[in-house]
C-alpha cells in the first residue's frame, strides 16, 4: 500500500463577515462617504440605461446596479497614487475611485455635489457618450474610463486583459520605492482566463502590490459560473500561486472594506499580492435596460432576493439603526444624486427637433472628425534633441564587432546612460545573454531588477511590460525568443500597446521595445520562424525597425529607446554571427524615423527590402547585371517609412520589386505593394512585383525549408521577371 501525505498550501484563505461590533467601530466619515458614493454611482448608472433605452448610448450600456457595494468598499481608501483598472463593465470602479480623488476621500452626505464632483459626472457621461468633453476626447467610451491623474489606468473591453497592465504597473510602483498598489477588478468569466492567471503568477513570484478583485457575480453573460469552473469560490485560484486571498458579501460595503484593508497591509508592506473574491450581482442583463429573467437565464425570484441586499439599503440600514440616518436624511442623499446627474444629462441631451417627443446629442458636443486619427502615435519630437547620424557618411575610426555584440553594446550603453531602462524576457538573464547572446554581459552588470528572466507567458509578462511602459517611470524592453510567440500575447501586443494611446485620446505615451528575431534556415520550423513585419505593418500603433548592419542597429534601436511608442525591433540569426563593424564611439547615435538607405544607385528598377534580405539582394543584382536601385528600408511601419526616398527612386526607375524572405500569408511587402501603387500609380511602367517565400510556413526538413523562404536565387528570379515585363535587358 502506497504512503499518502495529506498536503497543505500554507496559504491564508478566508471568508469576511462583518459583525454589529464592525459596524459601530465604523468611522462615521467613512460610512457617510460611502453612502454618498454608492448613491452617485447608482444615479448615474440608471441615467446611463435611460439614455440607452432612448438610443443615445453608441454601443453597449454595461451597468453595475447592483454591484457598487465591492467597488466603493474596496476603493474608498485608496491614496490618489494608488491604481486601479477593470473590464467593460467598470463605471462604478472608475466612479468610486475618481470620486475619492475628487474629494479627497471624503464626502458629506448633507452637502453631496461639489462643483469638483458635478465635473466629474459631466465628464464622465461625456466620455461614455462619446463626446469631445470627456476624459479621452470620446474615444474610450464606456467600456475605456481612464482618468490618470485620479489613478484610474482604463478599463478594459477585452475580458482578463487589465490584469497584465495592473501587474506591470505594480511592478513600476514597487521599483519606484513606493508603498502604492494597483487593484485590477474582473468578474466571474474573467477567473479562468489565461492572462489573469499568468499574472497572478507574475505577481506572487515577484511580490508585486497588485489585489486581483473578483466581482463574482454568478454569470458571464448568461452562462453561469457553475458552467464554467467546477468550483465556483474563484478566490481558490490564489491556493495555486500562494497568494492569500478574501471571500466577502459584496452587498456589505463595509465587508469589502474590511477585507480590503487586510490586503492593503500586506501589500504595503511589500508581501506581495493578495486577491480578494465579492459575490455581488447585477440586477440588469449583461448590458442595457433589461433583467436577465427577461432573457430566460436567470427567475424573477433569484433577482428578487438578490434585490433585497441592496447594497445601498444595507448601508443606509446600518446607518439608521446607528443613529447616524434618518428616513428625511437618507432621502436627500438620494435627491443630491439623482439631481446632480440629471443636470449632467440635460448639459449634454436636447429635445429633437427632427423627432418630437424624442431627444438627440446636442451636436456640438460631438468630436471633430477631423482627429479620428490623431494620436495613434507620437510626433517624434523627443529625437530632436539627439544626434542623428548616418552610418555611411562616419569618416571616422570603426571598429570591429559581431552584429550580435553590437546588439548587447548598444543595449549596455542605453542602460548605463538611463536607468529607466529594463529587459525582459526568457532566458535573458542566464545563458551568457540568451539564447544568441544578444543580453551579453547585462545581468551581471545591472542585476536582477534590470534584467528580468520571465516565465513562459509571453501574454503575462508582455502585458506587464505594457503596464510598465504606460506607467511612465521605467521603458521596458521585452524579448520574444521567436516572433510567433506574438500570436500567443496577441492581446497584449496589439489591443492593448498597440491601440492604448489612440484609444484613451493620447493620454498615455507606451515608451516599449519589443525584439525578436526571425530564424528561418535555423530548422526550427513552422511555429518559430516567421518574419512578424507584414503583421505589425497592419496594426496602428506600433512603429517597425530592422537593421541590415551593426551600425544601422545602433542608430536604430538607440532612436526605438528614446520614442514614446511602442517600437518592434526586428533581427536577423544570419546576421547575429557575421563579422561587422560599428563607429568607435559611444554609440549614442539616432537614425531618426523616415530615413532609409540606399545600398546601391540605380535606374532601371526600385528594389525595396531589409534584415538579411539586403544582402541576398545586392549579391543578385550582381549576378543579373542589373542597375537596380537598392533601398533598405530599415523603418517599415506606415508612419515610419522614408516615402520620400522610395518616391523619388520610383519615379526615375518606373518599376518596384519588393524583396522579403519569409511565406506570402502575412506578407510585408502584400501591405507595402498596395501602398505604393496607390502613392506612385502614375510613375509606374510595370505592376509591383515581389519576391517571397511560399504559401506555407518553413518546414523542419532542410530541403523544405530552403524552398519555403527566398534567398539569392528567389531574388535573381524576381529581377528576371521585372526585366522582361519592361523590357531591360
Do not use: C
Amino acid at each position: 500500500m502506497a504512503k499518502r501525505k495529506r498536503l497543505n498550501t500554507g496559504v491564508e484563505w478566508a471568508q469576511l463577515e462583518t459583525t454589529t461590533a464592525d459596524w459601530k467601530a465604523a468611522d462615521p466619515a467613512l460610512l457617510g462617504t460611502m453612502l454618498g458614493q454608492l448613491h452617485l454611482i447608482r444615479a448615474f448608472e440608471e441615467a446611463v440605461l435611460d439614455l440607452a433605452g432612448a438610443g443615445l448610448v453608441h454601443g453597449p450600456a454595461h451597468s453595475s446596479i447592483g454591484q457598487e457595494g465591492g467597488a466603493v468598499g474596496s476603493i474608498v481608501d485608496l491614496r490618489p497614487a494608488d491604481a486601479v483598472n477593470g473590464s467593460h463593465r467598470g463605471h462604478h470602479q472608475f466612479l468610486a475611485k475618481t470620486l475619492t480623488y475628487v474629494s479627497g476621500g471624503v464626502l458629506d452626505p448633507a452637502s453631496l455635489v461639489t462643483p469638483d464632483v458635478q465635473t466629474l459626472l459631466d465628464r464622465t457621461l461625456a466620455e461614455i457618450l462619446g463626446l469631445a468633453s470627456g476624459f479621452s476626447g470620446g474615444r474610450g467610451g464606456s467600456m475605456h474610463l481612464q482618468w490618470l491623474e485620479a489613478g484610474a489606468l482604463g478599463t478594459n473591453a477585452i475580458v482578463g486583459g487589465g490584469a497584465p497592465l495592473a501587474t506591470g504597473h505594480a511592478w513600476a510602483q514597487k521599483h519606484a520605492g513606493t508603498s502604492d498598489v494597483s487593484i485590477n477588478y474582473f468578474g466571474d468569466g474573467s477567473s479562468q482566463i489565461g492572462s489573469v492567471l499568468e499574472s497572478m503568477n507574475l505577481a506572487s513570484t515577484w511580490k508585486l502590490p497588485v489585489a486581483f478583485f473578483i466581482e463574482n457575480n454568478l454569470y458571464a453573460v448568461s452562462t453561469r459560473a457553475d458552467e464554467a469552473s467546477a468550483d465556483t469560490r474563484f478566490s481558490v485560484r490564489g491556493q495555486g500561486f500562494s497568494i492569500p486571498a478574501w471571500r466577502v458579501d459584496g452587498m456589505d460595503p463595509l465587508a469589502v472594506h474590511l477585507a480590503m484593508g487586510e490586503a492593503l497591509d500586506r501589500m504595503r508592506a511589500g508581501e506581495g499580492p493578495a486577491i480578494v473574491e465579492a459575490e455581488v450581482y447585477r440586477f440588469f442583463h449583461q448590458n442595457g435596460p433589461y433583467p436577465g429573467s427577461a432573457f430566460g437565464y436567470r427567475t424573477k425570484d433569484e433577482e428578487g432576493q438578490w434585490r433585497a441586499r441592496d447594497p445601498l439599503e444595507r448601508m443606509a440600514s446600518e446607518m439608521r439603526r446607528l443613529g447616524l440616518l434618518d428616513d428625511a436624511e437618507a432621502a436627500a442623499v438620494r435627491e443630491q444624486a439623482v439631481a446632480a446627474v440629471a443636470q449632467s444629462v440635460s448639459a449634454v441631451v436636447e429635445p429633437d427637433p427632427d423627432r418630437p417627443g424624442r431627444r438627440r446629442i446636442r451636436p456640438q458636443l460631438w468630436p471633430d472628425p477631423a482627429v479620428v486619427d490623431t494620436g495613434i502615435r507620437g510626433d517624434a519630437s523627443e529625437l530632436d534633441a539627439l544626434t542623428a547620424a548616418e552610418p555611411a557618411e562616419w569618416t571616422g575610426s570603426w571598429r570591429d564587432v559581431k552584429f550580435v555584440d553590437a546588439v548587447a553594446q548598444t543595449m549596455d550603453r542605453r542602460m548605463g546612460e538611463d536607468p529607466r531602462i529594463i529587459v525582459l524576457g526568457e532566458d535573458v538573464h542566464r545563458l551568457g545573454g540568451g539564447t544568441n547572446g544578444a543580453t551579453k554581459g547585462l545581468a551581471e552588470k545591472y542585476g536582477p531588477d534590470r534584467v528580468i528572466g520571465t516565465p513562459i507567458s509571453e501574454n503575462g509578462f508582455f502585458g506587464a511590460a505594457g503596464g510598465i511602459a504606460m506607467d511612465g517611470r521605467f521603458r521596458p524592453v521585452v524579448e520574444f525568443m521567436y516572433p510567433d510567440f506574438m500570436w500567443v500575447a496577441a492581446d497584449q501586443v496589439f489591443n492593448q500597446v498597440g491601440k492604448a494611446r489612440h484609444m484613451f485620446g493620447d493620454n498615455n505615451t507606451v515608451p516599449l521595445v519589443l525584439r525578436t528575431k526571425v530564424a528561418m534556415g535555423s530548422g526550427y520550423g513552422s511555429q518559430h520562424l516567421m518574419d512578424p513585419a507584414g503583421i505589425f505593418a497592419t496594426q496602428a500603433g506600433w512603429r517597425i525597425v530592422a537593421a541590415s548592419t551593426a551600425a544601422d542597429y545602433v542608430g536604430l534601436m538607440n532612436a526605438a529607446l528614446a520614442l514614446e511608442d511602442p517600437v518592434l525591433v526586428i533581427e536577423h540569426v544570419d546576421l547575429y554571427g557575421t563579422a561587422d563593424r560599428v563607429p568607435d564611439t559611444e554609440l549614442d547615435y539616432v537614425i531618426p524615423p523616415g530615413r532609409a538607405a540606399i545600398r546601391r544607385p540605380g535606374n532601371d528598377v526600385t528594389v525595396l527590402t531589409y534584415l538579411s534580405m539586403v544582402g541576398h539582394t545586392l549579391e543578385a543584382v550582381e549576378q543579373t547585371g542589373t542597375d537596380a536601385e537598392v533601398i533598405d528600408l530599415r523603418w517599415l511601419d506606415r508612419a515610419s517609412l522614408d516615402w520620400d526616398t522610395v518616391g523619388e527612386s520610383i519615379r526615375k526607375t518606373n518599376a518596384v520589386l519588393i524583396v522579403e524572405q519569409g511565406s506570402r500569408g502575412p506578407s510585408y511587402g502584400g501591405w507595402l505593394a498596395d501602398e505604393i501603387q496607390r502613392r506612385f500609380f502614375d510613375w509606374l511602367d510595370q505592376p509591383v512585383e515581389r519576391v517571397t517565400g511560399g504559401e506555407a510556413s518553413p518546414s523542419i526538413s532542410k530541403v523544405l525549408e530552403r524552398a519555403a523562404i527566398a534567398r539569392t536565387e528567389e531574388v535573381v528570379a524576381g529581377l528576371e521577371r521585372v526585366r522582361a515585363a519592361g523590357g531591360i535587358h
